[in-house]
């Protein structure tokens, strides 16, 4: 659901990270915000909960090229990671453009894994959306940990559409912009399209 700024000519897209609590959604959009150009991005806002942060910032990727004569900016969006936090993730969720869920590749976190991406169907239908049909790219992210469980496996549970999907490991940033870039090209199509 982007939105066009006629005066600045640009349409702004919203790209949410979602995931189960501490499986880098954070550390993703601090990787991206700290290796973006500081007079191409806003300031980074960050809602501070007892456990976790919901960040926010909005950065325009000048090398994305524009869509009849309107430049793109996407704004990030991560979600708290809690399912306590229900009522906050519906609400990031309302006008999303693009979807990242992030996975934590850690075997004994898969069943959070798969209960977060439940949760995020659900909440995708209380808006009106249906995950299958948005621009939307898995991450797996924590591979450089040694209770990794294989891409296959984590294939298998986490990516039925066979949508994008990369590896990643979000401290040092690998996977990071591969990801990003992926879920934002993924948007540019549905908006040229006229989606």
């Not at 995931?19 to 993703?28: I, R, V």
């Not at 191409?40 to 926010?56: D, P, Q, V």
């Not at 909005?58 to 009849?68: K, N, V, W, Y």
Request: glycine share 8%; with cysteine; aromatic share 10%.
């Amino acid at each position: 659901m982007s939105f066009i700024n006629y005066s600045s000519r640009e349409i702004n897209c919203k790209i949410v990270y979602y995931g189960p609590g501490l499986c880098g959604k954070t550390t993703n959009l601090q990787y991206v915000y700290a290796k973006t150009n500081p007079g191409a991005r806003g300031k980074m806002i960050s809602l501070a909960t007892e456990t976790e942060r919901t960040l926010f910032f909005d950065f325009l990727p000048l090398s994305l090229g524009e869509i009849r004569g309107f430049k793109t900016r996407f704004h990030l969006y991560t979600v708290p990671g809690q399912v306590f936090y229900d009522a906050s993730r519906k609400l990031i969720l309302k006008g999303v453009d693009g979807v990242v869920f992030v996975a934590d590749s850690q075997i004994e976190r898969m069943e959070a894994n798969l209960e977060s991406l439940d949760n995020l169907r659900l909440n995708l239908t209380e808006h009106g959306y249906e995950l299958d049909k948005l621009p939307y790219v898995v991450q797996y992210n924590k591979r450089d940990l040694p209770n990794a469980a294989t891409v296959e496996e984590l294939r298998r549970l986490l990516n039925e559409g066979s949508v994008p999907d990369f590896e990643a490991v979000a401290t040092t940033g690998d996977g990071v912009f591969d990801t990003l870039k992926s879920v934002a090209k993924l948007v540019l199509r549905e908006l040229k399209r006229g989606g």
